[in-house]
């Protein structure tokens, strides 16, 4: 017999947790990023997937950063031994919608490899510090490249 307690149900947010997600979005959406917009110094954005399995729209706010151009999330999950389900959903269908304050574009998300990752890593420790922590992360925290679509 299975216990009631599934993978995926032990993989989804608590649900104070959910509502206090929703509840940044909605604040957001509505003021335009003017409300939770930042978080100390570090900008925020709305990130939206399709998801993997579901096809339906998952929005989260991430903190982002722009070097040189290319603007940047951070995959951390808190330093958590696993990737965040966003990551997962863009992965499989790449297309997102980004909103920065209140103006919102598609674009095509990408985890940056190589050189690319590197630098960008470099930017991330400069930029952010606070990240530094993430370096002793069980994996590789993923740096996913947001380029506006067209």
């Known amino acids: 017999m299975s216990s009631p307690t599934t993978a995926s149900a032990r993989r989804r947010a608590p649900a104070p947790w959910r509502w206090l997600l929703a509840l940044q979005v909605a604040l957001y959406r509505r003021s335009g990023g003017r409300l939770v917009g930042r978080v100390g110094r570090t900008p925020v954005l709305l990130l939206t997937t399709t998801g993997r399995r579901t096809g339906t729209q998952h ?46 574009s598609a674009a095509v998300a990408r985890p940056a490899a190589g050189e690319e990752r590197a630098r960008l890593w470099e930017h991330l420790m400069t930029t952010a510090p606070m990240y530094r922590r993430y370096a002793r992360a069980p994996r590789e925290i993923p740096l996913v490249v947001l380029t506006p679509k067209g």
């Open 59 to 104: 929005t989260v706010p991430l903190g982002y950063f722009d070097d040189g151009g290319v603007r940047y999330v951070v995959a951390s999950n808190g330093g958590a031994p696993r990737n965040p389900a966003w990551y997962f959903n863009l992965v499989a269908h790449p297309e997102v919608r980004v909103q920065v304050g209140a103006e919102v």
